[in-house]
């Protein structure tokens, strides 16, 4: 299985930036054997969608509700990210985890919503620097494994340090191959057999200069890029670094 490098655009662009970014990775990626992918805010995916119609790089939302339509003022359904384009959904990502006060439980329901929808869930899991530091980390990696992957599961887990998001500092080689070694035999032990395929990207400040050695870490199967992945040349960079 190719590794696949997703971009979360978080809550960056406006529509004509969304569009020529996403212009720009397309233009790029011929001869990249990596999966691409791009998150942009729900509000561009369909523009998005539009402008990398006919290229290799697919296009996920950020987020999604857990029921498929409803009172819910401001919240997107599964089923809308789809019919706008989006074959990928980021769920659980730690700062819907600390800005909304997300649990284990409504990730659950949400990847069991995106599934529904025909989206590829990437649940995210990661410890914070206090739960690192107090040795904690596989602990509280495993539960958010139990907690918020349903059974069985059809996506993507994605390993996303909380200390390491956006801070310019990188798990090391070793950290990442711990940990991914770690989340796989979770996987086995939580999903038998399956636990084998479901890839398991590595998220957290991944760079042009960082990437080759990340990406060629036993168990990582991609990366989830955020900052970097707002430059097409940056982004395009690491995809290259994949195998
Ligand atoms: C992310 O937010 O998913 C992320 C990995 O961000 P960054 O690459 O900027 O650390």
């Not at 509280?140 to 907690?147: S, Y």
């Amino acid at each position: 299985m190719p590794q696949l490098i997703a971009g979360n655009w978080k809550m960056h662009c406006l529509t004509a930036d969304a569009i020529a970014l996403a212009e720009a990775v397309a233009a790029g990626a011929a001869g990249i054997t990596a999966e691409l992918l791009v998150c942009p805010t729900a509000l561009h995916v369909a523009a998005v969608a539009k402008a990398l119609a006919g290229s290799p790089v697919a296009v996920g939302g950020q987020d999604c509700h857990q029921t498929p339509q409803g009172a819910h003022t401001g919240d997107i359904a599964a089923p809308m990210l789809r019919d706008a384009g989006a074959s990928y959904v980021i769920l659980g990502h730690s700062e819907r985890r600390q800005n909304h006060d997300e649990t284990d439980e409504l990730i659950r329901e949400k990847t069991i919503a995106a599934v529904e929808a025909g989206l590829t869930p990437i649940v995210c899991v990661g410890e914070t620097l206090d739960q690192r530091t107090g040795g904690q980390e596989t602990e509280v990696v495993g539960w958010q494994i139990a907690g918020s992957l349903p059974k069985p599961f059809a996506g993507v887990v994605a390993y996303e340090p909380v200390w390491a998001i956006g801070t310019g500092k990188t798990a090391t080689e070793q950290d990442v191959a711990t940990m991914h070694a770690f989340i796989r035999e979770e996987l086995v032990r939580q999903f038998g057999e399956d636990g084998h395929g479901i890839r398991i990207l590595y998220g957290g400040s991944v760079k042009a200069s960082n990437a080759a050695a990340l990406l060629a870490v036993p168990h990582v199967g991609g990366a989830l890029v955020g900052g970097a992945s707002l430059k097409a040349d940056e982004f395009l960079t690491i995809a290259r670094a994949a195998r």
